[in-house]
């Protein structure tokens, strides 16, 4: 069977909610059943919302370590503020956007976002995001007693590409990785380095379908992906790899 796709519509959620039942009362109103092997995918600033991760941004107070930011890369200060609070790295940046690293993601402004917030506030990354999929994953499972994936998605700028495309930012109850190391290509050369980011795949899949404006639709449904589903605990550092080995950030930091 081919694959197939079924983006979810939702409510506008202005407050805390729980997860679990918004995503159980979606797939009510639409009549979708879930099976075995099927993915879930959840937009990552639904669950920030979820969480209460909003933050009215005017009123926090710059240090001065977020105001030298601010003046260096042209960010308004109180932003700078809240990127300082929600990086562990800062690489660099260019006007209207500093690059870091918080939790394994390596992102535009720690991954903040003032689009699809109310005005004057902004979204933040979610707490804990592999914990979330983990517990969705288990609570489907004693609900309705089948297997399924659930990936948490965002959008994200590729370097030298025009547009977004979707990434995994925290997965459970599928195998984010497919090791192809060792198999031959079309003319017979073995594969040394390779491995298909099946999670971040199914997540440009789903982020064409639910889309980046006001199209309200936080959840998609993959059926027949044919990913590997698993019980086994996913970790944050599976589908991540250190700056150091990053060909990017190592080749952007080498000067000729």
């Known amino acids: 069977m081919s694959l197939s796709v079924y983006p979810i519509k939702s409510e506008i959620k202005t407050e805390e909610f729980d997860l679990f039942e918004s995503l159980i009362s979606s797939l009510q109103r639409t009549k979708i059943t879930l099976e075995n092997g099927d993915v879930i995918i959840i937009s990552s600033k639904f669950v920030a919302n979820s969480q209460g991760r909003v933050i009215d941004y005017e009123y926090v107070v710059p240090s001065e370590e977020s105001k030298s930011l601010g003046k260096k890369f042209q960010i308004n200060p109180k932003i700078a503020e809240i990127i300082?609070?929600?990086?562990?790295?800062?690489?660099?940046?260019?006007?209207?956007?500093?690059?870091?690293?918080?939790?394994?993601?390596?992102?535009?402004?720690?991954?903040?976002?003032?689009?699809?917030?109310?005005k004057g506030k902004i979204i933040l990354y979610p707490i804990d995001a592999y914990r979330v999929a983990e517990q969705l994953r288990r609570k489907i499972f004693l609900k309705?007693?089948?297997?399924?994936?659930?990936?948490?998605?965002?959008s994200r700028l590729m370097?030298?590409?025009?547009?977004?495309?979707?990434?995994?930012?925290?997965?459970?109850?599928?195998?984010?990785?497919?090791?192809?190391?060792?198999?031959?290509?079309?003319?017979?050369?073995?594969?040394?380095?390779?491995?298909q980011?099946?999670?971040?795949?199914?997540?440009?899949?789903?982020?064409?379908?639910?889309?980046?404006?006001?199209?309200?639709?936080?959840?998609?449904?993959?059926?027949?992906?044919?990913?590997?589903?698993?019980?086994?605990k996913i970790s944050q550092h599976e589908m991540a790899i250190s700056h150091d080995q990053c060909v990017y950030v190592r080749g952007l930091g080498t000067k000729n």
């Open 84 to 118: 300082l609070r929600e990086s562990d790295t800062i690489f660099g940046g260019v006007p209207g956007f500093v690059i870091t690293s918080s939790d394994n993601i390596m992102a535009p402004n720690a991954g903040i976002d003032k689009s699809n917030a109310p």
């Open 144 to 154: 309705y007693l089948i297997h399924v994936g659930v990936i948490i998605i965002d």
């Open 159 to 195: 370097p030298a590409r025009v547009g977004t495309v979707g990434i995994a930012i925290a997965c459970a109850g599928i195998e984010p990785l497919s090791d192809i190391r060792g198999q031959k290509d079309l003319f017979g050369n073995p594969l040394k380095v390779t491995f």
């Open 197 to 232: 980011a099946v999670a971040d795949n199914l997540a440009s899949i789903a982020n064409l379908k639910m889309g980046e404006g006001s199209d309200t639709t936080p959840f998609c449904i993959i059926k027949n992906s044919e990913a590997q589903i698993t019980d086994r």
